[in-house]
């Protein structure tokens, strides 16, 4: 085997640079490509959810300790059916005495984009086995439309990561699947009177689920899923008009003061690639699959791939896996989780986003069960957190 290992990242988007970062730290030399600068590529105006197997990937990478400043714990999550009408409470108990105790714990976090992409730019930036091609620089490299993603024999791996319309899987030959919703997402931030700093909430709607996640103080970012044509409507309302849209679908207890961003409406769709690698390329993060937002899945889903990208390199690197076999084993150890939460999101969206008789029944029944069987949320949560097959394993033992 040529040493050392060469890999080449297309895509810099947060899967893409973490990624890069990975790669590096097991010891392989990195060229991550993509379009836009460092400044463009810092200004998207968003937030993620992160769970537990996301905080595992940040401190393996020791990125938790720098992004702490930034980070909104929330220890408690409310799930609250608004047709039925029912509430569900997730605390730190449910996560298990032991999880539970240790300081700083919570059950989950929520990072805005900006100081995720400034921090993972700075260290690769640093890193002296990376070399970034960002913006302009990029634009004489293997980003053209000539780009053979196979065809350079002194890169060993390629991590295609350049988002959900990627250019390089279709020269890749990768067929993927794309079923889009009827209904997409407005993302927008307020300032939320009602709701504790340390609280996060999920309503479901008929019209689909109304994501709250706390910033810090009194500053929340709302995830609402809705029809499209309900959407560009709500877009094109004035601040005052669309505070009292916003009041008018949160709970009583919640009244939103002051719009903090411009909303940003977008479609959701159901994506799957039909294969994961092809030669030694593969593919991570929403070039990979897309789901509903619904139950903070995405970035989550998107990471766990790196997490198999990092330890299928470190097996590399350490001579236990030929560098031929990294595209087949990554491939092997993510299809389950992929294909079980790409499903479980689907289902959860189309039972809750209806009124049909039998099924307000059976969530009737599911939240019941949930709210009264304390093993019950410990499954969900941890399949939450960690994902179906590891939440599944941790349960049961």
């Given at each position: 085997?040529?040493?050392?290992?060469?890999?080449?990242?297309?895509?810099?988007?947060?899967?893409?640079?973490?990624?890069?970062?990975?790669?590096?730290?097991?010891?392989?030399?990195?060229?991550?490509?993509?379009?836009?600068?460092?400044?463009?590529?810092?200004?998207?105006?968003?937030?993620?959810?992160?769970?537990?197997?996301?905080?595992?990937?940040?401190?393996?990478?020791?990125?938790?300790?720098?992004?702490?400043?930034?980070?909104?714990?929330?220890?408690?999550?409310?799930?609250?059916?608004?047709?039925?009408?029912?509430?569900?409470?997730?605390?730190?108990?449910?996560?298990?005495?032991?999880?539970?105790?240790?300081?700083?714990?919570?059950?989950?976090?929520?990072?805005?984009?900006?100081?995720?992409?400034?921090?993972?730019?700075?260290?690769?930036?640093?890193?002296?086995?990376?070399?970034?091609?960002?913006?302009?620089?990029?634009?004489?490299?293997?980003?053209?439309?000539?780009?053979?993603?196979?065809?350079?024999?002194?890169?060993?791996?390629?991590?295609?990561?350049?988002?959900?319309?990627?250019?390089?899987?279709?020269?890749?030959?990768?067929?993927?699947?794309?079923?889009?919703?009827?209904?997409?997402?407005?993302?927008?931030?307020?300032?939320?009177?009602?709701?504790?700093?340390?609280?996060?909430?999920?309503?479901?709607?008929?019209?689909?689920?109304?994501?709250?996640?706390?910033?810090?103080?009194?500053?929340?970012?709302?995830?609402?899923?809705?029809?499209?044509?309900?959407?560009?409507?709500?877009?094109?309302?004035?601040?005052?008009?669309?505070?009292?849209?916003?009041?008018?679908?949160?709970?009583?207890?919640?009244?939103?003061?002051?719009?903090?961003?411009?909303?940003?409406?977008?479609?959701?769709?159901?994506?799957?690639?039909?294969?994961?690698?092809?030669?030694?390329?593969?593919?991570?993060?929403?070039?990979?699959?897309?789901?509903?937002?619904?139950?903070?899945?995405?970035?989550?889903?998107?990471?766990?791939?790196?997490?198999?990208?990092?330890?299928?390199?470190?097996?590399?690197?350490?001579?236990?896996?030929?560098?031929?076999?990294?595209?087949?084993?990554?491939?092997?150890?993510?299809?389950?989780?992929?294909?079980?939460?790409?499903?479980?999101?689907?289902?959860?969206?189309r039972l809750f986003s209806n009124r049909w008789g039998p099924l307000l029944v059976v969530r009737r029944v599911a939240l019941s069960a949930l709210?009264?069987?304390?093993?019950?949320?410990?499954?969900?949560?941890?399949?939450?957190?960690?994902?179906?097959?590891?939440?599944?394993?941790?349960?049961?033992?």
């Open positions: 085997m040529r040493t050392p290992l060469r890999a080449r990242v297309i895509g810099a988007g947060p899967t893409g640079s973490l990624a890069a970062l990975v790669l590096a730290q097991a010891g392989w030399r990195v060229q991550l490509l993509d379009p836009l600068d460092a400044h463009q590529l810092k200004q998207r105006s968003r937030s993620y959810a992160l769970n537990h197997s996301s905080q595992e990937l940040l401190q393996q990478s020791q990125l938790w300790e720098t992004l702490l400043p930034d980070l909104a714990p929330f220890s408690r999550l409310e799930l609250w059916d608004r047709a039925l009408p029912k509430q569900v409470r997730f605390s730190l108990a449910d996560l298990g005495r032991e999880r539970a105790e240790r300081p700083g714990e919570a059950v989950g976090w929520v990072l805005l984009h900006r100081p995720l992409m400034a921090a993972l730019l700075e260290r690769l930036a640093a890193h002296p086995e990376v070399e970034l091609a960002l913006g302009p620089e990029a634009g004489a490299s293997p980003l053209t439309s000539s780009f053979d993603p196979n065809g350079d024999p002194s890169i060993d791996l390629t991590v295609v990561a350049d988002g959900s319309g990627s250019a390089t899987r279709e020269r890749l030959g990768i067929r993927h699947t794309s079923i889009p919703y009827s209904q997409g997402c407005l993302s927008v931030q307020v300032r939320l009177r009602g709701s504790a700093p340390d609280q996060a909430w999920e309503l479901f709607r008929p019209e689909g689920p109304f994501a709250v996640l706390p910033l810090g103080d009194d500053h929340v970012q709302l995830v609402w899923s809705a029809p499209t044509a309900r959407l560009r409507q709500l877009e094109s309302l004035d601040p005052v008009a669309l505070l009292e849209a916003i009041a008018a679908v949160l709970p009583d207890q919640l009244e939103p003061d002051a719009l903090l961003n411009q909303p940003q409406a977008y479609p959701v769709a159901l994506e799957l690639a039909h294969r994961l690698h092809r030669g030694q390329a593969l593919l991570v993060g929403e070039t990979a699959h897309r789901c509903h937002p619904v139950g903070g899945q995405g970035l989550n889903l998107c990471w766990r791939d790196v997490a198999e990208l990092r330890r299928q390199a470190l097996r590399v690197a350490r001579g236990r896996l030929a560098v031929e076999r990294i595209g087949p084993a990554y491939a092997w150890r993510r299809w389950g989780d992929l294909l079980i939460t790409l499903l479980a999101t689907d289902l959860l969206l709210k009264h069987w304390a093993p019950l949320r410990a499954l969900s949560l941890g399949v939450m957190t960690f994902g179906p097959c590891r939440g599944l394993r941790a349960w049961s033992k």
